[in-house]
């Protein structure tokens, strides 16, 4: 399936003040094979949210304006094309979704052990709320919820998961991974200026906010670092254990959790 042709007033390089933006997204299909339904009804869903999603501001828009319409138009659950190589390459850039940004989830183990952030901020540890009792009130003050924020990037494979950044909710802490005595390691980072985060490069130094949410259902996701592949946040079946970054092969460490948003 293949764009043959676009409305004459587009191919010009500029569109008039009183054309309608379903005016100049009118584009000739030529099918050169038979798609299947699914083919159709993503051009379908893609061309109607390009068409009520912006309204023209001026006569033109910039080339990083354009990018952004159709990013942001086609973006769903994630914008990612299948590429043959499993890796990404240092050009790779995140770009925040503006549709997709402090998305509030409840959080827990496969435990069911919810989260609670220490007293200094520091550290999550995993908790089962169950067993508390009524004097542990302030523990229950301190469960979190996490605030997920998705990116859209290209040269990712599809199976890789959803980019993500994982802040706190109702708070300025991110969850980052960094390299810490030789190993990557879990902690808390506080970032006063979100719109650091808006675009973030592949193997760079904001790299260590991004994680690759993966998983059906609500109690089998997985956050794996975007920075030290194969390394995931996990927790001990313990009470009260900390947060912590792990490999799939370590044992005793609990790597799916339940998101529920």
Known sequence: MEFVACPDVVK??????????????????????????RQVANL??????????QTLRSSEFSDHELMNILMESVFE?????????STFNSGSTFRLSKRHVDMVHSVCNSEQRKLLLSPDN?????????FMTLKDKELNQRTVKLSLSAYMAFNIPANQGQPVALGIANTNLYMSCA????????QLEEVNNKDKLEIINAHGEKERFLFFKSGSGFSSTTFESAKFKGWYISTEPNCDAPVEMCTKQTANRLTTFMVKQ
Request: no cysteine; aromatic share 0%; charged share 25%.
């Open 12 to 37: 010009g390089g500029a569109i008039g003040e009183d054309l309608r933006l379903e005016d100049a997204l009118e584009v000739e299909v030529e099918v050169s094979q038979t798609p299947g339904m």
């Open 44 to 53: 379908i869903i893609a061309l109607n949210r390009m068409k009520h999603s």
């Open 77 to 85: 659950e994630r914008v990612m094309l299948d590429v043959q190589d």
């Open 122 to 130: 520091s550290k999550l540890h995993a908790v089962a709320l169950q």
């Open 179 to 186: 390299i810490n005595s030789g190993t990557p390691k879990l």
